[in-house]
């Protein structure tokens, strides 16, 4: 596991109530580092299915949880990518605020 999806899946445990997101399952894509998977169970680097995936850059993803890029600045410009479940992925957004 590389050192930017340990970062994400510490930086998303953190930015979730109680580790965990009930909605569905969310996997985060990050372009040659590998996935961090978001759901019920908690947090955790998995490539696994899910209802929906968000795919960046590394870069993006880091500027995304620290807080200095929007997610949905980050879609409209091209840099992350949405596929499936469009809803969840608003409702991801709201819940990491």
């Not at 930017?4 to 372009?31: N, R, W």
């Not at 807080?67 to 709201?94: D, I, R």
């Amino acid at each position: 596991m590389s050192a930017i999806v340990d970062m994400a899946v510490t930086a998303l445990t953190e930015k979730l109530d109680g580790g965990t997101f009930d909605a569905g399952s969310v996997k985060f894509q990050i372009e040659d580092e590998g996935a961090v998977m978001m759901d019920s169970d908690g947090v955790r680097a998995d490539d696994g299915e899910a209802d929906c995936t968000l795919i960046a850059d590394a870069e993006t993803f880091q500027e995304i949880l620290s807080g200095e890029l929007n997610p949905t600045a980050a879609f409209m410009g091209g840099k992350l990518k949405v596929e499936g479940n469009m809803g969840l992925a608003m409702q991801l957004g709201s819940a990491l605020g």
